[in-house]
């Protein structure tokens, strides 16, 4: 990155980046991978969880969140703080509700009443960012006091003008009708026909689209077309096709082995079918094994192995009880060990300088990961109780099975560099580790969920460990720039992207769930907010004015408009939050928001956006709010102990900063 | 060489605060397609001289002519609206912003797409690209933060683009104060580039190593006051050292 006078060579200098890479630098990546994580875990720990109806409870969570959370992470990529944006949506609900009940003598119309509300927040805002602007205060100062202000402002007019601080029966004024449509309405709708059916073709269509989208981008274009490897291509997809029709029309074991077989099988000719038709081979390495991979081979099995019996130990009836399920004395132990691990692998690393670099001993590397893992939770969930015994056996068996599949995974990337016989080896035994897994679950669990759901996500995940493995063996990765390949490898991500989102809707919203207008505004505002910021001089301006104001001053940017329009989004956008929530609930208690910013704020810092400013997605700010919401709906569904959120809360936050940082700046490292 | 007016000339300027004098009777030219270095050790006033071209200070005395004409300016808004860019040091960027972004920033290219105005980043990118390499300079990538480039090149992207939005005088102040040995040539090769590209640059320095091999005039200024103009010819190194150590008046 340093010195760049070399003369006028031109792009060569940077090589392409492939489409996970570049996802990497996105600063959605931390919100989008802790999305897929926490939602994956609660879908196979939680009996309710996964359901429409759950979905819906955990959208009607998320949406307000979400929407204050885009507001507050524009704010924040802008460089200031608004800690009156949570009590703002509780002065919004007393502004209206006292209004509508009790302005002249037969209250206001409630046009009128929300009219009024959006005034006084929009002044609200203005106050801040001019507040801010004129005296160089930090913002966390200046809204603080806007803060306690307004929560005071709350309790004495509701109490003042109500004689209580919970004010409620709105819905007899004129107009609530009109507005409860518009900003709570329900959409419930009759089950669709063909509601399975479409979300099964859509998923399917969706995900061939981005298989191909990913390849498209990943590859080199051969000159001509190999019309063989098309030819098995089809017939892959013919069996894809045929074998999900059996799996819908038989319910026999042995019509739905024969489905998954062929269906499974097909997927692999599929994929790899298609990419040797379209793409550059390569030469094919042949060399020994090093011992590092060798062992971290070893590691994986061991921790699949792990992974498919754990469930074993635990007793099939004590499942569903929150108890203290070690004695005392081995808690103890247990917490002493805990304890002294890290010491002594710090000692032993520091000893062995050169062992620990070289991959270490194999008992070291088989049991490093799994031990460190397993003895701080079980610490935690032990001491704490905090969860079922299900739990405990599914938080044991998604930590041997990830640890696994990092150890396959960097196995077969060492190995892909020296020989590409022993990287598809390595690859095909992931994927047969895939398939043990699911099998084991299977066998051991009585839910259904295990039975199915998780079963066939574990088989088709190990069918594309497998083709991604032979397509990864057989072609060149892309280093060039191909603008063709790029656009439409683009494109047909975006349309598998497309595909899969109605796909999924359709599902959800037709069905037993009660989904409200909340999710609408919050997708609208999502898309409204990432435009702007992303593709708008607006948006332009607000990186600049939050990552260095007096740069952007210098160049024309009017950097206290810019604050003060982002502020007064921020109330706005929390008195639109107060409405729907006024609307929904019918009544609001004076105390209602107070706090709230914080979780605003945790949202946004999730989704990526640095606390300093000038750095920063709306969409992360989204999944930030999705993953605080699954989380919240998560634990009781996986009937943990509901006080232990907040432990949940503070680790998730945590982590997912430090997953951001430390992606950010592995992905700048490789510009 | 100078037949031609001067883009810029000082006459006899001044400025006080209270009684404090920051400069006294400087006067200088600044031609276009030129480098007039501003020289000076720390104190010698070289501040204030900048901040008065840039439009922040008004000159106690004396008059400030650009293009020929008697110019009073209010702000450095309206300096710059003239033609008269300023290049600070730690001013010029966003760091966490590509670099196409910060080129752009402030004057960003819209396309209209029905009532909605996006930014037209094809357009950006290829022009950030080109201009920059009417500098010399060439860019990785397009959309790398200008964080995660050197110093000089940072510096690069805020001349490009004082450059590119007409500047018809480019102050540099001290652009090369933080920067090591190879960055300082980049550097100085820019402001080169940009002089031969017809602008009349201005460039403030206390280091007279950098000044020497790019400037074309030099302007000595010790305490507030002129030490004396010098077409390069009239000039050494080590005349110019000792007079800006103030050893030696010129003669």
């Known amino acids: 990155m340093s010195d760049s006078d070399s003369p006028a060579r031109s792009d060569e200098r940077i090589s392409y980046r492939g489409p996970v890479k570049r996802l990497l630098v996105s600063p959605e990546i931390g919100a989008l991978i802790g999305t897929i994580v926490v939602w994956a875990f609660f879908w196979g720990n939680g009996d309710t969880f996964g359901t429409a109806g759950s979905t819906a409870n955990f959208l009607d969570v998320a949406a307000p969140l979400g929407i204050m959370a885009i507001a507050v992470s524009l704010l924040m990529i802008g460089g200031e703080f608004d800690l009156s944006a949570g009590v703002i949506t509780g002065a919004t609900g007393v502004t209206i509700a006292l209004m509508a009940k009790y302005f002249t003598d037969g209250g206001a119309p409630l046009w009128l009443a929300i009219g009024a509300a959006f005034i006084l927040c929009g002044c609200v805002g203005w106050w801040n960012g001019f507040l801010v602007n004129r005296t160089g205060l930090p913002s966390f100062i200046v809204t603080l006091g806007t803060f306690f202000v307004i929560k005071g402002a709350n309790l004495v007019f509701a109490k003042r003008v109500n004689d209580k601080v919970n004010i409620s029966d709105i819905d007899e004024t004129e107009g609530f009708k009109f507005f409860k449509a518009v900003f709570a309405g329900e959409n419930v709708f009759e089950n669709w026909r063909f509601r399975d059916q479409s979300f099964i073709i859509g998923g399917l269509l969706c995900s061939l689209l981005l298989i191909a989208g990913l390849i498209e981008q990943s590859l080199v274009r051969r000159a001509s077309r190999n019309n063989t490897s098309l030819l098995a291509a089809l017939v892959g997809l013919v069996a894809v096709g045929a074998g999900v029709v059996i799996l819908h029309q038989t319910d026999s074991v042995a019509g739905n082995t024969l489905a998954g077989v062929v269906g499974l099988l097909g997927l692999i000719v599929a994929i790899t079918g298609w990419s040797g038709s379209r793409f550059e081979s390569r030469q094919s390495l042949s060399g020994s094994l090093p011992t590092q991979a060798r062992n971290l081979v070893l590691a994986g099995i061991v921790g699949s192995s792990v992974a498919a019996f754990a469930g074993q130990v635990f007793s099939r009836d004590e499942r569903l009880e929150i108890r203290p399920w070690l004695?005392?004395?081995?808690?103890?132990?247990?917490?002493?060990?805990?304890?002294?691990?890290?010491?002594?692998?710090?000692?032993?690393?520091?000893?062995?300088?050169?062992?620990?670099?070289?991959?270490?001993?194999?008992?070291?590397?088989?049991?490093?990961?799994?031990?460190?893992?397993?003895?701080?939770?079980?610490?935690?969930?032990?001491?704490?109780?905090?969860?079922?015994?299900?739990?405990?056996r599914a938080v044991v068996i998604t930590f041997a099975g990830v640890a696994a599949a990092v150890c396959f995974y960097r196995a077969r990337s060492i190995a892909g560099t020296i020989s590409t016989m022993w990287f598809r080896n390595i690859g095909v035994l992931m994927g047969l580790a895939f398939v043990l897994v699911a099998f084991a679950l299977r066998a051991d669990s009585s839910a259904p969920r295990f039975r199915g759901g998780i079963f066939s996500v574990l088989l088709i995940a190990g069918a594309l460990v497998i083709a991604s493995t032979f397509v990864e063996a057989r072609h060149v990765q892309r280093r060039r720039f191909d603008t063709k390949s790029d656009q439409l490898g683009q494109r047909l991500v975006v349309a598998g992207g497309i595909i899969g989102f109605v796909a999924l809707g359709q599902r959800l919203l037709f069905s037993d769930g009660v989904f409200r207008m909340s999710i609408f505004w919050w997708l609208f505002f999502t898309i409204v907010g990432s435009?702007?910021?992303?593709?708008?001089?607006?948006?332009?301006?607000?990186?600049?004015?939050?990552?260095?104001?007096?740069?952007?001053?210098?160049?024309?940017?009017?950097?206290?408009?810019?604050?003060?329009?982002?502020?007064?989004?921020?109330?706005?956008?929390?008195?639109?939050?107060?409405?729907?929530?006024?609307?929904?609930?019918?009544?609001?208690?004076?105390?209602?928001?107070?706090?709230?910013?914080?979780?605003?704020?945790?949202?946004?810092?999730?989704?990526?956006?640095?606390?300093?400013?000038?750095?920063?997605?709306?969409?992360?700010?989204?999944?930030?709010?999705?993953?605080?919401?699954?989380?919240?709906?998560?634990?009781?569904?996986?009937?943990?102990?509901?006080?232990?959120?907040?432990?949940f809360l503070g680790v998730v936050l945590l982590v997912a900063v430090l997953v951001n940082n430390y992606v950010r700046k592995k992905a700048n490292e490789q510009r | 060489m100078n037949t031609s007016a001067p883009i810029l000339e000082l006459q006899d300027i001044s400025k006080y605060f209270g009684n404090v004098t920051a400069l006294e009777g400087i006067s200088t030219k600044v031609f276009a397609g030129q480098v007039t270095c501003v020289l000076g050790d720390n104190g010698a006033g070289k501040s204030t001289f900048i901040k008065i071209i840039s439009g922040l200070h008004k000159p106690s005395k004396g008059k400030?002519?650009?293009?020929?004409?008697?110019?009073?300016?209010?702000?450095?808004?309206?300096?710059?609206?003239?033609?008269?860019?300023?290049?600070?040091?730690?001013?010029?960027?966003?760091?966490?912003?590509?670099?196409?972004?910060?080129?752009?920033?402030?004057?960003?290219?819209?396309?209209?797409?029905?009532?909605?105005?996006?930014?037209?980043?094809?357009?950006?990118?290829?022009?950030?690209?080109?201009?920059?390499?009417?500098?010399?300079?060439?860019?990785?990538?397009?959309?790398?933060?200008?964080?995660?480039?050197?110093?000089?090149?940072?510096?690069?992207?805020?001349?490009?683009?004082?450059?590119?939005?007409?500047?018809?005088?480019?102050?540099?102040?001290?652009?090369?104060?933080?920067?090591?040995?190879?960055?300082?040539?980049?550097?100085?090769?820019?402001?080169?580039?940009?002089?031969?590209?017809?602008?009349?640059?201005?460039?403030?320095?206390?280091?007279?190593?950098?000044?020497?091999?790019?400037?074309?005039?030099?302007?000595?200024?010790?305490?507030?006051?002129?030490?004396?103009?010098?077409?390069?010819?009239?000039?050494?190194?080590?005349?110019?050292?000792?007079?800006?150590?103030?050893?030696?008046?010129?003669?």
């Not at chain 1, 990186?543 to 003060?564: E, I, L, M, Q, S």
């Not at chain 2, 507030?224 to 003669?251: H, Y």
Request: proline share 4%.
């Open chain 2, 64 to 251: 400030y002519m650009f293009e020929g004409q008697e110019v009073f300016f209010e702000s450095p808004r309206e300096a710059r609206s003239r033609g008269i860019a300023t290049v600070y040091q730690d001013l010029a960027v966003a760091p966490l912003m590509s670099v196409w972004r910060n080129f752009f920033l402030g004057s960003e290219p819209v396309k209209h797409f029905g009532p909605i105005k996006r930014i037209d980043a094809k357009f950006a990118r290829e022009t950030t690209k080109t201009e920059m390499l009417k500098l010399g300079i060439d860019v990785r990538d397009i959309d790398q933060p200008v964080g995660t480039m050197s110093g000089g090149e940072r510096q690069s992207v805020a001349i490009a683009r004082a450059v590119y939005y007409g500047a018809k005088v480019l102050i540099l102040d001290e652009p090369t104060s933080a920067l090591g040995v190879r960055q300082t040539d980049l550097v100085l090769g820019f402001v080169r580039k940009a002089a031969e590209r017809g602008l009349g640059v201005i460039l403030i320095t206390h280091n007279p190593q950098h000044a020497l091999p790019v400037g074309d005039r030099f302007l000595l200024l010790n305490r507030g006051q002129s030490l004396g103009e010098f077409e390069k010819r009239e000039l050494t190194l080590e005349r110019l050292i000792e007079l800006m150590s103030g050893r030696v008046r010129a003669s």
């Open chain 1, 531 to 647: 435009f702007t910021l992303t593709k708008t001089k607006y948006g332009n301006w607000i990186f600049a004015v939050g990552g260095n104001k007096d740069a952007a001053r210098a160049v024309g940017v009017p950097a206290d408009k810019v604050k003060t329009a982002l502020f007064m989004a921020t109330s706005l956008m929390g008195c639109f939050v107060g409405t729907m929530i006024l609307m929904r609930l019918n009544s609001v208690q004076a105390q209602q928001g107070d706090g709230q910013e914080f979780e605003y704020i945790i949202a946004a810092v999730v989704g990526g956006n640095l606390m300093t400013g000038g750095y920063g997605s709306v969409i992360g700010a989204s999944l930030g709010a999705l993953i605080m919401a699954i989380s919240k709906n998560g634990i009781p569904a996986a009937r943990w102990n509901q006080d232990g959120r907040f432990i």
């Open chain 1, 327 to 392: 004695p005392v004395w081995l808690v103890w132990v247990l917490a002493m060990a805990g304890a002294l691990y890290p010491i002594f692998t710090l000692v032993q690393d520091l000893r062995n300088k050169e062992i620990a670099r070289s991959g270490g001993s194999i008992t070291w590397l088989v049991l490093r990961l799994p031990v460190i893992s397993l003895v701080t939770l079980t610490l935690v969930i032990s001491v704490l109780q905090l969860t079922t015994v299900q739990a405990v």
